[in-house]
Every structure is written in C-alpha cells, then in structure tokens.
C-alpha cells in the first residue's frame, strides 16, 4: 500500500469463487486517527475499486423487464474497515 495526505493504493489478489485475480483498490483514511472513549486508537478506512464478475465465473445473465443485464459486467466493490490498536 502506498500513498500520501490520506489516501493511498492498494493492489493484492482477490478470491471470488476460487478464482484468484490481483485488483487494485484506492484507499481513503476517514478522519484520521483518535482515541475513543475507552482509550483504543482508532483508524478508519474505504476502499472502492472495480471488477469484471465475468473474470470471476459470476454468470448471472437475468434481464429486467426493459431486456438491460440486472446485473452489470463490471461492479463497483466499496469496503469500509475501522481497525483498533490494543
């Protein structure tokens, strides 16, 4: 992971129904880092990226009524992690 001013990018491998891909994520830290009321440091972060389903073996092919794909080929993961130094 590397970056700067709070934001960073991460690059690693991915496992989606034993399919294994390297993806990169762009990583935001929120807030910066506090004590919470119990004395813990907190740090919280979001990661947002994009992957192929179809890279992954996710054939999902049902259509809406208008015959537009229910589910896109490319979909938008967003993961929100609150790490906690004890």
Known sequence: MN???GNYTLTGD???RDITKK???T???NNGIITDPWGKTRAGF???GRINRFDFGIQY???LPTGVMAVAPEVELTINVEL???
Do not use: E
Request: positive net charge; hydrophobic residues 40%; without cysteine.
């Open 3 to 5: 970056g700067k001013d």
């Open 14 to 16: 991915l496992t989606i």
């Open 23 to 25: 993806v990169t994520f």
């Open 27 to 29: 990583v935001k830290q």
């Open 46 to 48: 979001t990661a947002t």
């Open 61 to 63: 092919a049902d259509k």
């Open 84 to 86: 906690v130094k004890n």
